[in-house]
C-alpha cells in the first residue's frame, strides 16, 4: 500500500504554523482539505467473497491488479496516470475478482475528493470508453458501459468516487450488463 508522505520541511511547517497546521496532510493538487487516508478508503470499497453473489477475490493476480494507495504510477498505471490525476484523483483501490463461469472483474475505485470532480472524471471516462451503454437501474448520467470483445467496460460516479469495472470472459454482453449493475449497486452502498 503507497501512502503519500509530506516532506520534513513541509511536517515541521505543519507543525508550527500559526494556523494550526489548517491543510496539513493533504496534497496540494488534490482537491479539498481532508487530509487522505488510503487504509480506510481500500477498507470501506474493498468487495468481499460473495458480497456480490459468486465473485471471490482472485488470488492468481498480479499484486498490481490488488493495490491502494494514491500514487497511480505504483499501480501500475505509469503514463496513463495523467488522465486521472489532472481530473483530481486523490487515492484508489485496484481489486480483481472471479465470478462464476470463469467471469472476471478487474475494478478501480477512486476518490476525487469532491462530487464535481468526481463528476468531471466520469465525463472524461465516458467520452474516453465511449460508454453510451445504459447499465439498468442507473441513468445514463450516473453510469455507462461500452461492449468489448467478451464483456463489457463500465463507468460511474457517486459522490466523490468515480469508478471502473472491466467485465471480462463473458459469450453473453447481457450478462456482463447485469453483473456491472450488482457491482454498482454494492459500491453506491459503499458510498453512502
Known amino acids: 500500500m503507497q501512502i503519500r508522505t509530506l516532506g520534513t520541511l513541509s511536517l515541521l511547517a505543519c507543525l508550527f504554523s500559526a494556523a494550526g497546521g489548517a491543510g496539513c496532510g493533504s496534497s496540494p493538487s488534490s482537491p479539498g482539505s481532508t487530509p487522505l487516508d488510503p ?3 481500500a477498507q470501506k470499497y474493498k468487495i468481499a467473497d460473495n458480497q456480490v ?3 471471490t477475490q482472485d488470488p492468481s493476480t498480479d499484486p498490481s491488479d490488488n493495490w491502494s ?3 497511480l504510477v ?3 498505471i505509469d503514463g496513463g496516470n495523467m488522465f486521472y490525476d489532472s481530473n483530481g484523483f486523490r487515492q484508489g483501490l485496484f481489486q480483481t475478482l472471479d465470478g462464476p463461469d470463469g467471469h472476471v472483474c478487474n475494478m478501480r475505485d477512486m476518490d476525487f ?3 464535481a470532480h468526481a463528476t468531471k472524471m466520469f465525463t472524461a471516462g465516458v467520452k474516453s470508453n465511449t460508454a453510451t451503454l445504459t447499465i439498468p437501474p442507473f441513468d445514463i448520467s450516473i ?3 461500452e461492449t468489448v470483445i467478451g464483456g463489457i467496460t463500465a463507468v460511474a460516479h457517486f459522490k466523490a468516487s468515480y469508478f471502473e469495472l472491466f467485465l471480462t470472459a463473458y459469450s453473453d454482453s447481457n450478462l456482463a450488463i447485469s453483473d456491472a449493475a450488482l457491482f ?3 459500491l453506491q452502498s459503499d458510498t453512502k
Open 74 to 76: 505504483a499501480s501500475g
Open 53 to 55: 453473489p459468486g465473485w
Open 143 to 145: 453510469a455507462g458501459g
Open 184 to 186: 454498482l449497486q454494492v
Open 113 to 115: 475528493g469532491d462530487e
Open 69 to 71: 494507495g494514491t500514487d
Open 39 to 41: 487504509a480506510a478508503f
